[in-house]
């Protein structure tokens, strides 16, 4: 690994086995995992905690690493921002990548994660700062469950002035579109560049969303244009942030379609339209590589190799 790069997972919980494998959890894990009510739930809660565990694991040398029910999540009580205790373990031969932060999100039957590996050569003895990653998935349409909800009356409960989510110039961008159907993919690009960008600084630090302003928001050209017979996958990266009025060129923002069916699946459980945003503050003197693309994780193949034998 010669430069830093973002690593971008999807996992489907469909990919789950049906009786969960909470046994590659520890005890505290597995209890938080099974208060939720919800079937569903609770395989978002066992997904995340997994992918997590595994882009831990990823760093260090598979001969000797610790197996995955092994490592200690944490997450920070004031920010609620997700980390971890590094495992007792030496790197990979060669230049081991450290992982520096990472964030996950999940909607529907979907677990996202996204996270910054960096060379070890560049995070030794450079007093780099810890670098803020966030990401968030979200529908592109209003969700099956709220139907019946008319699109004028879903997007005024977040576009009031009383809800104080959008700034103005938001708001004018997300009821630009001709249709209303286009307005709800509008209103749900800028809904996940900010949680994005919540949940990178951390949740519990945000008191006034309206002083966060994204512009070049723009809307996804629905024709599927093909490369090789594969659907092109679209994102912006074009986005800008504004705190108070002020650019921030110090983030990097991006926000992609993505269809499950462009990997093939046909389980109808998971297929529908997403957006997938990420929020990464920059790091000072460091070059990294944001050109990756999401990668769809399976259970069997990149998940359960991990556990103690």
């Not at 495992?87 to 910054?116: F, I, W």
């Not at 070049?216 to 050209?221: H, I, L, R, T």
């Not at 269809?259 to 046909?266: I, Q």
């Amino acid at each position: 690994m010669t430069k830093p790069r973002i690593v971008r997972w999807i996992l489907p919980t469909s990919s789950l086995p049906s009786r969960l494998p909470l046994d590659l959890l520890p005890p505290a894990a597995q209890t938080a995992a099974t208060r939720f009510h919800q079937p569903a739930d609770r395989r978002l809660a066992v997904g995340s905690q997994l992918l997590q565990r595994v882009l831990i694991l990823q760093s260090l040398d598979r001969s000797t690493a610790p197996s995955i029910e092994s490592i200690e999540l944490w997450k920070d009580a004031e920010s609620g921002r997700p980390g971890y205790v590094p495992p007792k373990q030496t790197g990979a031969s060669g230049e081991a990548a450290v992982l520096c932060d990472y964030n996950v999100s999940h909607h529907s039957q979907l677990v996202v994660l996204a996270g910054l590996y960096i060379p070890e050569s560049a995070a030794a003895g450079s007093n780099i700062p810890t670098p803020l990653i966030g990401v968030d998935v979200v529908p592109t349409e209003i969700p099956s469950r709220q139907s019946r909800v008319d699109p004028s009356e879903f997007l005024e409960s977040f576009t009031c002035e009383s809800a104080q989510i959008f700034t103005p110039l938001e708001i004018k961008i997300i009821m630009a579109p001709p249709t209303w159907a286009k307005r709800v993919k509008m209103f749900y690009l800028h809904w996940s560049l900010k949680e994005a960008y919540v949940k990178a600084v951390g949740t519990g630090l945000v008191t006034d969303l309206t002083k966060i302003e994204f512009r070049n928001v723009k809307a996804f050209d629905h024709g599927d244009e093909q490369v090789n017979g594969k659907r092109v996958r679209k994102r912006n990266t074009d986005v800008t942030l504004y705190l108070d009025g002020v650019l921030q060129s110090n983030w990097y923002l991006e926000v992609e379609e993505y269809k499950t069916d462009d990997w093939g699946s046909e389980d109808s459980a998971v297929v529908g339209e997403y957006y997938l945003a990420i929020a990464m503050k920059l790091l000072p003197r460091v070059d990294v590589d944001v050109n990756g693309n999401w990668e769809e994780l399976d259970y069997e193949r990149d998940i359960l190799p991990w556990k103690k034998r």
